[in-house]
């Protein structure tokens, strides 16, 4: 079965921008993969970020025009599904904000890795983190945004923006810990 050629994302966009259904489905389709990868790193589960990154899709649609041709579409498309998602889960984020930050410790520990993890494991993981410290860790060691921009989007303080990261390094070792020793039991 033949695919059909991908079409050219500023023909896509043109058209988008005058209303084309067929072309909003096209820009959908060839987009789709990429904005799921990003709403599941910032979701629960699989049908929050399909949610999340249908209501994404939704906001470009309404707002193709304000698109900025002189900027990556994919970074456009990733900052309205990061904030989609975030938006989606600020409500619960806020319920786990409520512990008391200013006590807390903050720990560093040289980085290890584990040269056998790939992209699902790491996602496996992520997904055993707290909410709020899983969404911090992807804002700010996947996309890139700093601590200033962390504590504006979710509406905390900057050093809370870094203890949770801080955090949710120190669980991840754990984790990453946990897993490499239980491979290792499991086989011998």
């Known amino acids: 079965m033949l695919k059909p050629a991908r079409i050219a994302e500023e023909e896509l966009i043109a058209q988008c921008k005058k209303g084309s ?13 990429f904005a799921m990868g990003i709403g599941l790193r910032y979701s629960i589960n699989r049908d929050d970020a399909l949610e999340a990154v249908n209501d994404a899709f939704i906001k470009i649609f309404k707002n193709i025009n304000e698109y900025n041709p002189a900027r990556p579409f994919k970074a456009w ?12 889960r600020r409500k619960e984020l806020k ?4 512990t008391d930050l200013d006590d807390a410790m903050m720990v560093q520990h040289s980085v290890s890795t ?3 993890l790939d992209a699902q494991d790491i996602l496996k993981l992520l997904g055993q983190l707290p909410a709020i ?4 860790f992807n804002m700010y060691e ?3 945004y700093n601590h200033d921009e962390i504590s504006q989007m979710l509406g905390i303080a900057t050093s809370s923006s870094r203890v949770y990261l801080t ?12 897993t490499t020793y239980n491979e290792r039991r499991s086989v011998r």
Do not use: S
């Not at 072309?23 to 789709?32: D, R």
């Not at 990733?78 to 989609?84: D, E, F, G, K, L």
């Open 167 to 178: 955090r949710a390094k120190e669980k991840l070792r754990k984790l990453l810990l946990i």
């Open 21 to 33: 259904l067929k072309y909003q489905e096209m820009l959908y389709t060839q987009f789709y993969g």
């Open 95 to 98: 319920h786990q904000l409520n």
């Open 142 to 144: 996947i996309d890139g």
């Open 133 to 136: 410290h899983a969404t911090i």
């Open 77 to 88: 498309l990733a900052t309205v599904v990061i904030n989609t998602a975030i938006d989606r």
């Open 114 to 116: 584990a040269d056998n």
